[in-house]
């Protein structure tokens, strides 16, 4: 059964999502980060879809366990896109598009098929075990994706603050999630997971919201005063 | 065994990330001097800001008019500043490099605060200002 709690975090959640779009388009830069504000549109519809689906079939339905994890799969893909999207604009004024392009779509068919290849070699677990440790491969690639992307634009001294703080936003996202999924798969019967993923899922409208509205296109900011292992 | 690699490879990235934009959001107050009147009223002499003043800071930041731009940023180094503190005591005697990086965060903490402070006296200034003019 779902507390109060949890359905404060989910209106939480779904109200942040669409806040997100909104501020971005209060800042006048939803074009300029599309993919982005195409992400956060996608994940309200699809939190407001997980309710809806749980209205008819319950918390504990199989139709709600398969569309959470399909759902959430898919929006990990989003993800990507929106990943490449802030690739683009680091490396686009660089010539790197096509390359970049067909890179991550490599990345993405392998990760999947690694994932198919580890789970169909065990037969005997369920499919929404496959969905599990699917998603945290793809947060796992996320990560590292991620982490490139911040390697090179300490490299590269980017110095747009907009850009650095949706990038390494961004990050703590994927890191958070891609390590309470490898906890997931190692302590499967934790209650915890449920309020844990929802805190999480709040941090990433929240910071790209603040982002969109605090820091002006135009700030900048010297990349290698942010590294984590640099002293002031 | 690779859920664990995942797991710790994740946590570590994530520490790095989160310190990361922690230190973008107070960036951009770090690279503003104090004003002579925000000296003043603090007490600060020069950029070095002792860690122990960052409690102070926040105290006299609430006596102040919001002026509305500013206290999410101040929350979310509070936080910031939270976890520091807690990472200095947990591993302080155990690897003292990563006490003091810790109480080097804590200090430009501080300093985020006395420029915080120092903003919003100037916009009580402002404020005060205009209504005397509109009287």
């Given at each position: 059964?779902?507390?109060?709690?949890?359905?404060?975090?989910?209106?939480?959640?779904?109200?942040?999502?669409?806040?997100?779009?909104?501020?971005?388009?209060?800042?006048?830069?939803?074009?300029?980060?599309?993919?982005?504000?195409?992400?956060?549109?996608?994940?309200?519809?699809?939190?407001?879809?997980?309710?809806?689906?749980?209205?008819?079939?319950?918390?504990?339905?199989?139709?709600?366990?398969?569309?959470?994890?399909?759902?959430?799969?898919?929006?990990?893909?989003?993800?990507?896109?929106?990943?490449?999207?802030?690739?683009?604009?680091?490396?686009?004024?660089?010539?790197?598009?096509?390359?970049?392009?067909?890179?991550?779509?490599?990345?993405?068919?392998?990760?999947?098929?690694?994932?198919?290849?580890?789970?169909?070699?065990?037969?005997?677990?369920?499919?929404?075990?496959?969905?599990?440790?699917?998603?945290?491969?793809?947060?796992?690639?996320?990560?590292?994706?991620?982490?490139?992307?911040?390697?090179?634009?300490?490299?590269?001294?980017?110095?747009?603050?907009?850009?650095?703080?949706?990038?390494?936003?961004?990050?703590?996202?994927?890191?958070?999630?891609?390590?309470?999924?490898?906890?997931?798969?190692?302590?499967?019967?934790?209650?915890?997971?449920?309020?844990?993923?929802?805190?999480?899922?709040?941090?990433?409208?929240?910071?790209?919201?603040?982002?969109?509205?605090?820091?002006?296109?135009?700030?900048?900011?010297?990349?290698?005063?942010?590294?984590?292992?640099?002293?002031? | 065994?690779?859920?664990?690699?995942?797991?710790?490879?994740?946590?570590?990235?994530?520490?790095?990330?989160?310190?990361?934009?922690?230190?973008?959001?107070?960036?951009?107050?770090?690279?503003?001097?104090?004003?002579?009147?925000?000296?003043?009223?603090?007490?600060?002499?020069?950029?070095?800001?002792?860690?122990?003043?960052?409690?102070?800071?926040?105290?006299?930041?609430?006596?102040?008019?919001e002026?509305g731009t500013d206290a999410s940023d101040i929350r979310?180094?509070?936080?910031?500043?939270?976890?520091?503190?807690?990472?200095?005591?947990?591993?302080?005697?155990?690897?003292?490099?990563?006490?003091?990086?810790?109480?080097?965060?804590?200090?430009?903490?501080?300093?985020?605060?006395?420029?915080?402070?120092?903003?919003?006296?100037?916009?009580?200034?402002?404020?005060?200002?205009?209504?005397?003019?509109?009287?």
């Amino acid at each position: 059964m779902l507390g109060p709690t949890d359905y404060l975090l989910w209106f939480l959640t779904a109200f942040l999502e669409a806040g997100a779009v909104v501020c971005a388009l209060r800042a006048k830069c939803f074009g300029r980060y599309f993919v982005l504000g195409v992400y956060m549109a996608a994940a309200f519809l699809l939190t407001a879809g997980r309710y809806i689906v749980f209205l008819h079939f319950g918390f504990s339905s199989d139709q709600y366990l398969y569309f959470y994890y399909y759902s959430d799969a898919l929006l990990t893909i989003c993800l990507y896109f929106a990943l490449m999207g802030l690739y683009f604009q680091v490396f686009g004024e660089m010539g790197a598009k096509t390359s970049l392009r067909v890179a991550a779509m490599l990345l993405l068919a392998g990760t999947a098929l690694v994932s198919y290849f580890i789970i169909d070699s065990s037969r005997d677990r369920m499919i929404t075990r496959f969905v599990v440790e699917l998603s945290q491969n793809l947060y796992f690639v996320g990560v590292v994706l991620t982490y490139l992307l911040w390697g090179a634009m300490l490299k590269l001294r980017e110095t747009r603050t907009r850009l650095i703080q949706l990038v390494l936003a961004l990050g703590v996202y994927f890191s958070a999630f891609a390590g309470c999924y490898a906890l997931r798969n190692l302590h499967p019967e934790w209650q915890i997971w449920r309020y844990v993923s929802h805190l999480m899922a709040i941090w990433l409208p929240v910071a790209w919201s603040y982002t969109f509205l605090k820091i002006p296109e135009e700030a900048r900011l010297a990349t290698a005063r942010l590294a984590a292992t640099r002293s002031r | 065994m690779i859920a664990a690699l995942i797991f710790v490879i994740s946590i570590a990235t994530l520490l790095q990330f989160f310190v990361s934009y922690c230190r973008s959001v107070i960036a951009g107050y770090t690279k503003q001097e104090l004003s002579l009147q925000g000296r003043e009223i603090t007490g600060i002499e020069n950029r070095i800001v002792r860690a122990e003043e960052f409690q102070r800071l926040l105290q006299l930041l609430g006596l102040c008019p919001e002026p509305g731009t500013d206290a999410s940023d101040i929350r979310a180094v509070r936080a910031y500043f939270k976890l520091l503190s807690l990472a200095r005591k947990a591993v302080g005697r155990l690897a003292p490099a990563v006490a003091d990086w810790a109480e080097r965060e804590r200090r430009t903490c501080a300093y985020f605060a006395a420029v915080a402070l120092d903003r919003r006296i100037a916009y009580s200034r402002e404020l005060m200002t205009q209504q005397i003019s509109n009287v």
